[in-house]
Every structure is written in structure tokens, then in C-alpha cells.
């Protein structure tokens, strides 16, 4: 008889050398899951605390998480959980490589990002996220490069992106990437100031979200956490919350079509 072992602090379950991905049951709570299949987007917002209420039970993005946390003792946390369902003729029980290569391709589509919009809250409508999304070569120099594309995903990469954002302004980002067999996780980093207008918003190095897209056999689980230390003036921690709570749901959704492109023969 085949030994089995379970391993929850990575996420997979390993038997006798294969790989399998987990159920969403082992993977997030009983409500959740309920809520996430009636089609729900999963919120959490927090000031104060910063107790993350929705992370899976996955141990890489459990650390990152946490390293995060200890490294930028943020005042600001929003979270956020979306599934989406494979579509018929997908591999089963976990995703195959030329499925996972593709997503991890498709989530490197950084450009794709231009033209995104999401719900201005303080304008009552629909506005553009990023005007323009390019990959550069560095934080220094700024040349712009294409899109890149791996035949098979590497152990780790990073890259830099410059985005002009029509509230925040023309950023600088990190994007690191940590492909897994089960999961492939990023954590972006903002490298430049936000400023609303003339008014500083969030420093350098005090924004940064990790984002998974975790296989969970008939479906991926989607989980995106903002973490941010927001300048200390009147009101601008809650406008930072309310404006990065609906950018999270914008950037849902980009994944999502990313995912429909990538599981679409």
C-alpha cells in the first residue's frame, strides 16, 4: 500500500511521488466556499489589526503573507477571494503543464493591464485603473520590453514594470513571481511614491500585494492581499482603502480573463 502523506503547510497533496491539488474544502472555510460557488467576491478590509480573515490554507502564500506584514508594519490590509471554475475537457484532479504554463504566461501579459477600469468610489463611476502598462528593463533606465513568454515557468522571476495610473500617477512596480506545482503566486512592490495629486498617499516600498491563483482540481481559488502604510493625514487611510478596495476587484477580474484564456483550447 502506497503511503500517503498530507501536506497542508505547502498546499498539495503527495502520494507515492505524484502531485495532486487539493480540494477547495482543505483549502478555505465551509462558508466560504459556499459563498465563493453562488458566485460571490470575498471581502475583508482592515485599519487597525490587520488580522488576514480569508488567506487559504496555503503555506507559501501564508509566509509571504506574513513576511510582508513583519517587514512594512502596514495600517492598511484588503483582502479578497474569487473563484473560478475550469472549464468542461479541463485536466482533472489538477491542472495539467501546458494549462499551468499558459496561465503563468497569460499573468505575465502585464500590458494587457492598460485600458483596465474599476469603480471610482469618489466619483460615483467607472474610470480607468492603468492609462498605459508596460514591462521595462529596470527602475533606472525604463526601457520598455514585451510581454515575456517561457515555454516552462521558472524557478522564481522578477520583473519591473512602469504603469501610469490616472489617480496614483506614473509608478514604478516589482513584480516577483513564485511559480509552484500548485499555485502560482506574485508579490508586486510598488518602487516609486503614490500621491493624490500634490498629496502624498503611500511611500516607496509601502505598498504590496500578494496575489495566488491556486489550482483546487475543478476550479482555481484567487486570493489578493493589498497591504500598504498610507501617510498619516486626515482621512487619506480610508481613501486609500476604498480606492485599493475596488482596484482588488478590478485586478480579479483581469485574472480571470487571463484564466479563460488560458484554459481555452
Known amino acids: 500500500m502506497k503511503k500517503m502523506v498530507l501536506l497542508w503547510w505547502c498546499?498539495?497533496?503527495?502520494?507515492?511521488?505524484?502531485?495532486?491539488?487539493?480540494?477547495?474544502?482543505?483549502?478555505?472555510?465551509?462558508?466560504?466556499?459556499?459563498?465563493?460557488?453562488?458566485?460571490?467576491?470575498l471581502l475583508e478590509v482592515q485599519f487597525k489589526r490587520l488580522n488576514p480573515l480569508l488567506i487559504p490554507r496555503h503555506g507559501l502564500v501564508q509566509r509571504l503573507l506574513e513576511t510582508t506584514r513583519e517587514d512594512l508594519e502596514p495600517n492598511l490590509l484588503v483582502e479578497s477571494l474569487r473563484l473560478y471554475k475550469k472549464p468542461q475537457g479541463a485536466a482533472f484532479p489538477q491542472w495539467s503543464s501546458a494549462e499551468r504554463n499558459a496561465l503563468f504566461n497569460e499573468t505575465l501579459a502585464l500590458s494587457t493591464l492598460a485600458g483596465l477600469q474599476y469603480y471610482s468610489t469618489s466619483r460615483k463611476a467607472m474610470r480607468v485603473f492603468y492609462e498605459t502598462s508596460q514591462?521595462?528593463?529596470?527602475?533606472?533606465?525604463?526601457?520598455?520590453?514585451?510581454?515575456?513568454?517561457?515555454?516552462?515557468?521558472?524557478?522564481?522571476?522578477?520583473?519591473?514594470?512602469?504603469?501610469?495610473?490616472?489617480?496614483?500617477?506614473?509608478?514604478?512596480?516589482?513584480?516577483?513571481?513564485?511559480?509552484?506545482?500548485?499555485?502560482?503566486?506574485?508579490?508586486?512592490?510598488?518602487?516609486?511614491?503614490?500621491?493624490?495629486?500634490?498629496?502624498?498617499?503611500?511611500?516607496?516600498?509601502k505598498l504590496r500585494s500578494v496575489i495566488a491563483v491556486i489550482d483546487a482540481q475543478a476550479y482555481l481559488l484567487i486570493y489578493a492581499a493589498s497591504l500598504a502604510k498610507s501617510v498619516s493625514l486626515p482621512g487619506m487611510n480610508q481613501r486609500v482603502g476604498e480606492s485599493f478596495t475596488t482596484r482588488t476587484d478590478a485586478i480579479m477580474s483581469w485574472f480571470i480573463e487571463r484564466a479563460d484564456k488560458a484554459f481555452t483550447p
Open 135 to 205: 514591462v521595462i528593463d529596470g527602475p533606472d533606465t525604463k526601457k520598455p520590453l514585451p510581454d515575456p513568454v517561457y515555454a516552462e515557468p521558472p524557478a522564481d522571476l522578477l520583473l519591473y514594470t512602469r504603469q501610469k495610473d490616472l489617480t496614483f500617477g506614473d509608478t514604478i512596480y516589482q513584480y516577483e513571481y513564485y511559480p509552484g506545482t500548485d499555485a502560482l503566486i506574485l508579490v508586486q512592490q510598488n518602487l516609486s511614491p503614490l500621491a493624490v495629486g500634490i498629496i502624498p498617499a503611500v511611500g516607496k516600498h
Open 11 to 41: 498546499g498539495i497533496l503527495i502520494q507515492g511521488g505524484a502531485t495532486f491539488a487539493l480540494p477547495l474544502d482543505a483549502l478555505i472555510l465551509p462558508e466560504q466556499e459556499t459563498l465563493l460557488k453562488e458566485g460571490e467576491t
